[in-house]
């Protein structure tokens, strides 16, 4: 091509305060920084605000297409969206596209039919287990991910999964870990932190419940739940009923999330599944005694039980507070799991995860990242 640089298209839904969003904003600071030329593309109106800041050297695009509601509105927005998005691609000509999440993957490959441009499209849940993805846009997937050049999973199980029911290439990509500040050398508060949205996925009311049946044994403890989401009313309702207002906060979005990580005793995830789980990547980065249900997909493949993390049954309130009970009264053992965690570090480093996309834009003719 006669433009200088590869230039890639990344697409999202929007840059709200999620994993992926997080993913995707830290993937396109990372090639502009490397001379990509990086256009991000999202669904939402031009005037939202992003949670993630971009490099300037970012370009930004938005394709909101209001509906005018019910069946037949929808179909004229998700008609609009595609036009929308091909038109870009006409006009931005770029040399690979990117995208992220089942709609937005959809929407993308309908968007490029029938164009030469390298469409890869990231699935950053376990298909089985994200039901909250609408049964169109299931059977959407089911037909459309082999057109796709590859679909890169977080995992191995989710990459199996879309080799079967979707007959498509995959890869298996892992999450990077975000630069983190170093850890701090004092001593940890007697805290047990939770980051998420206050979505059914993730277990939070597993976790009050967990929390309430040893509250009375560790009262100098207490939980704080970071994140925002439609499950907030319940969550204060089942707080309250399970006498743990005093004791347990919800206390929404935080952008200093690797500050609590720091002075957390303990951080518990305790998800009924997840795609790649980044809260207990992060915990662990900054040396923080962990401990996540052994849900698909994602913690297995950071955690050895008992070595660097605990790993308890999916759902099993009992299990999670055993577990939570045993590291709560055993500081040595909260110590020795969060020195051990910290080696992830330098096994998900940036530099590293961005090296295995970065060999698929190798492969791309026009593309060449140096990293």
């Not at 992926?20 to 490397?34: C, I, T």
């Not at 992220?100 to 490959?109: C, G, M, R, W, Y």
């Not at 039919?113 to 849940?125: C, D, N, P, Q, Y």
């Not at 995992?155 to 999964?161: D, K, M, V």
């Amino acid at each position: 091509m006669s433009r200088a640089g590869p230039s890639v298209l990344l697409v999202t839904a929007n840059l709200d305060a999620g994993g992926s969003e997080r993913q995707l904003a830290g993937m396109a600071n990372y090639w502009a920084a490397h001379g990509v030329r990086v256009t991000v593309v999202s669904w939402n109106k031009p005037d939202s605000a992003d949670f993630y800041s971009l490099d300037p050297r970012v370009r930004r695009r938005h394709l909101h297409a209001a509906s005018a509601g019910g069946t037949l509105g929808t179909l004229i927005s998700t008609l609009r969206r595609i036009f929308r998005l091909r038109r870009l691609i006409g006009a931005e000509r770029p040399d690979a596209i990117i995208s992220f999440i089942t709609e937005s993957n959809v929407l993308t490959l309908l968007a490029g039919m029938g164009l030469k441009t390298r469409i890869v499209v990231s699935e950053r849940a376990h298909p089985a287990l994200d039901l909250g993805v609408p049964r169109p846009w299931r059977l959407l997937r089911t037909f459309l991910y082999s057109s796709a050049a590859e679909v890169v999973a977080q995992t191995r199980e989710t990459a199996g999964w879309i080799e079967q029911h979707c007959g498509a290439r995959t890869r298996v990509i892992p999450n990077a870990l975000r630069a983190l500040p170093p850890v701090p050398s004092g001593g940890r508060q007697p805290l047990i932190v939770a980051v998420g949205r206050l979505v059914t996925q993730k277990g939070f009311d597993l976790l009050l419940a967990a929390f309430a049946r040893i509250a009375v044994e560790f009262p100098e403890w207490r939980l704080v739940i970071i994140g925002e989401g439609p499950e907030r009313a319940s969550l204060l309702e089942q707080r309250d009923r399970l006498g743990l207002a005093g004791r347990a906060e919800l206390i929404g979005r935080s952008d200093a999330v690797e500050s609590w990580m720091a002075q957390a005793g303990l951080v518990v995830q305790p998800s009924r599944f997840e795609g790649f789980p980044n809260v207990v990547l992060e915990a662990m980065g900054m040396g923080a005694a962990v401990v996540s249900a052994n849900c698909l997909a994602g913690p297995a493949d950071l955690i050895r039980d008992g070595v660097n993390g605990r790993l308890v049954p999916v759902e099993d309130i009992e299990a999670l507070a055993e577990a939570m009970r045993t590291l709560l009264a055993e500081p040595e053992m909260r110590v020795r799991l969060g020195r051990e965690a910290l080696a992830v570090r330098d096994r998900f480093r940036e530099e590293r995860v961005m090296a295995l996309w970065s060999d698929y834009l190798a492969r791309v003719p026009a593309c060449a990242v140096e990293t």
